[in-house]
């Protein structure tokens, strides 16, 4: 690939609509996995009473239990959010991208 086709592919507006959408899909991504994980962490290193309540009371059930289903359901939901998103809207812009560049030619 030479020069003036990669600066083609730079100038061109759904180049940069896409890297602008990766970005903050990115950004949203990392920021929600943070905050959940994070904070279910923080739980039980700073308040492990909290942790270890059992919830129903007469329960062997334990916070600790149902905050890490918490955090598989959130894991699976942000993975499938993002297949979705990537799936629908990246490879359209995609698309789009590779079709302005075969007229180009």
Not at 11 to 40: D, E, G, S, Y
């Amino acid at each position: 690939m030479t020069t003036d086709e990669i600066n083609k592919i730079i100038v061109n507006p759904h180049f940069v609509l896409l890297t602008k959408k990766r970005f903050k899909i990115k950004v949203i991504m990392v920021t929600l996995t943070m905050l959940v994980f994070l904070i279910i962490q923080s739980l039980w290193a700073f308040y492990p009473e909290i942790v270890n309540l059992r919830v129903p009371d007469n329960s062997s059930i334990s916070l600790a239990i149902w905050l890490t289903v918490v955090m598989i359901f959130t894991a699976i939901s942000l993975a499938a959010y993002y297949t979705l998103v990537s799936g629908k809207q990246l490879d359209e812009l995609s698309e789009k991208l590779i079709r302005d560049l075969n007229h180009e030619k």
